[in-house]
């Protein structure tokens, strides 16, 4: 087989996951500044949500205790102080009619942002790469069933099935893994698509009909031979997803069917933030500038990675 492949394969191009070209991705992604400056943002924020019972501690607050005298009953419970209640104590200030810490509480809700985001990526890489491995390596009748339910995953109403499902789960069922079950759930087709679409032009390549001649099994060819070269894109699309799924787990919990007070989310804290933005104003810019910094780093670095992954886009103009 090694001869085989010598003949008809390319040996300027390095093979999908070799170290050459793992050496030629770090290459590309540490010149790309805005790349770099996204993935330290990310690293920052999750190193943060990790230890935040640490910088909680540090700080010397939590997200449960209330502390009234703070607040300013004559005003309807608005923080006493500028910047609703910043102090030595309180680094962010704190909550309108209950006082709790907007740090600790902003600290954790990204924890819940983050471990959503993160579930929910697993669950459509596992399903969306399943399923468009199995399309586009599969013969025609396989590939045209598994088409039609690929894309009536894509046009399906997700929000409003993902709203009513959330609705009608018991509540003791634990909130994160719901999200990340229904999310994922309601967002696996484009993932399958794009698998679909390199399986589709992998498997003419020459070292997968190296393969075949050589009497390989067809889920070994699939797997060790048209998967890895797959990976790439696959993986470029999930750091795009990561974002996309962190703003749906926000938006459904600002829309009320995501976690629940006192566990505390970026989404469900701007859910009861929105009546105090203008007696309150950093009520609201405290998670609500934590998803925009989160959103805009890992799209940053999603795009660094699409462009060092796939060196000729920034020749079509593709940055």
Do not use: C
Not at 95 to 108: C, N, S, V
Not at 228 to 237: D, F, N
Request: proline fraction near 7%; hydrophobic fraction near 50%.
């Amino acid at each position: 087989m090694s001869e085989l492949v010598a003949e008809i394969g390319d040996p300027g191009v390095p093979a999908p996951g070799s170290p050459t070209r793992a050496r030629q991705v770090l290459r590309r992604l540490r010149s790309d500044r805005p790349a770099l400056a996204g993935l330290v943002v990310t690293a920052v924020l999750v190193l943060a949500a990790v230890f935040a019972p640490l910088l909680a501690a540090i700080e010397g607050q939590d997200t449960t205790t209330f502390h009234t005298q703070l607040l300013d009953s004559a005003r309807g419970g608005v923080p006493r102080g500028a910047l609703g209640g910043v102090s030595a104590n309180h680094w962010l200030g704190v909550e309108p009619t209950t006082g709790r810490d907007l740090f600790a509480r902003a600290l954790y809700g990204a924890r819940i942002s983050f471990t959503v985001a993160f579930g929910t990526l697993v669950v459509q890489l596992l399903l969306g790469v399943a399923i468009g491995l199995a399309a586009g390596f599969g013969g025609r009748v396989v590939d045209a069933t598994l088409g039609r339910l690929i894309d009536l995953a894509i046009s399906f109403p997700q929000l409003m099935f993902a709203i009513a499902l959330l609705a009608i789960v018991p509540q003791s069922f634990p909130r994160p893994v719901l999200l990340m079950l229904v999310i994922g759930l309601f967002n696996w087709g484009g993932t399958a698509r794009l698998t679909r679409g390199q399986v589709l032009s992998l498997k003419s390549r020459d070292y997968v009909a190296a393969a075949r001649l050589s009497g390989a099994a067809p889920a070994r060819i699939a797997l060790r031979e048209i998967l890895p070269g797959a990976l790439p894109q696959v993986l470029t699309y999930a750091a795009i997803l990561l974002p996309a799924n962190m703003v749906s787990e926000a938006g459904l919990s600002f829309l009320g069917v995501g976690v629940h007070p006192p566990t505390s989310s970026w989404g469900q804290m701007l859910s009861t933030a929105t009546t105090w933005f203008r007696a309150d104003p950093m009520y609201v810019l405290v998670p609500g500038l934590s998803l925009l910094t989160a959103v805009l780093a890992f799209t940053l670095f999603a795009d660094g990675l699409r462009a060092a992954l796939d060196p000729k886009a920034s020749l079509r103009g593709g940055r």
